[in-house]
């Protein structure tokens, strides 16, 4: 096993963040399920409180790593590429392995998408929200939020609390909020059981769809035009509902595009669809992510090559191997083959209990029961 434990959420994930997700889908699976958000609190003494702040989900995954991995080795991957064994694996310190099987989970760093309009800006004047870790820099300053995900509201408060002047422009006509006391009163009226019929602890997908969501195994079956309609539905730009009273002074406008931006001296000038323009010190970008497992520069140019992919997400089968027969891919980049819960930290046990069942032939739990007993 190779890589920096949290490395993403710890580099480039801003100061200040809370987690969106709920408290069943901030859990990394394990078999036993003994390594919970509770039993990490338990065995640490750190309060955790909802929604979960950035920072201290760093602090439970670190934990997770060294009762589950402590013999990480955190050098990094320079190449993996075919072998007659299988795979050659190139450390960046020249050291070489040959293994017959790999598994990459290296996260969504290399995706950060950001528009062609804002290509030519230099790093100075547009940026993407994944480069900065403290957005303390901007106090003072007079800047533009592209996007109305999470990432961009979230950004945008952080923004305003730390003395930076901020508007947020978004192509959406209106922002969609999660969590809010509607549904709060609807799981209320309905009952614990009603909603657990309905809402899958995973808390992907709106009411119904979320348990389908919940099980890729279903989904893979439903005909594709169908799968991209359940995508849409339960996963889409939105932010938590938490984030409303913190953006009350934040002026947001919606259902406005960036027709041309253009830098004059230290500032950029952007002019929108309706004629308006303003000229700011920068422009943040919450613009997401598009996966294309090309941007993975530790993949050797041949190797891709042999991956088949649609729109840049690679095609799996079962246990999440590519076409590329020993060679598996997890997290995000699954989700074109076992849908969207793959973006997410809940998707953790489908994909190892999959991945852990298609190479030993014997699933994880029951691996772990015989262990125990």
Known sequence: MFGEPMGFWARYMPVGMLLRSNWTATR?????????????????????????????????????????????????????????????????????????????????????????????????????????????????????????????????????????????????RRIQWLQGWTSKRLHHRLGSLTSRLLYAPTDVGPAGISQIMARPDLLRQLPRRLQGWLWKRSVRPAGARWLVSRLRHVPIRLGRSVRSVASVGEQVKIRLDDGSERTVDHVLLGTGYRVNVSKYEFLAPGLVRLIRCTNGYPCLHDGLETSVPGLHILGAPAAWSFGPLMQFVSGTQYASQSLTRYITGHDANSMHREGSS
């Open 28 to 172: 990394i699976a394990d078999p036993s399920h003994s390594l919970t958000l509770e039993a990490y609190q338990a065995a640490s003494g750190n309060h955790l409180a909802a929604p979960v702040p950035l920072d201290r989900f760093i602090q439970y995954g670190l934990w997770y790593q060294r009762q589950v991995a402590p013999d990480l080795d955190q050098r990094k991957i320079a190449c993996l590429e075919s072998d007659p064994v299988g795979f050659r694996i190139t450390l960046t310190d020249g050291s070489v392995m040959l293994s017959r099987r790999v598994v990459v989970a290296a996260g969504i760093g290399p995706f950060a998408w950001r528009p062609p309009e804002f290509e030519g800006l230099a790093p100075s004047l547009a940026s993407h929200s994944s480069e900065h870790h403290d957005l303390s820099r901007f106090a003072g300053r007079r800047l533009v939020v592209i996007g109305a995900g999470q990432s961009a509201l979230e950004s945008a408060a952080l923004l305003h609390e730390g003395g930076a002047e901020v508007e947020i422009i978004a192509r959406s």
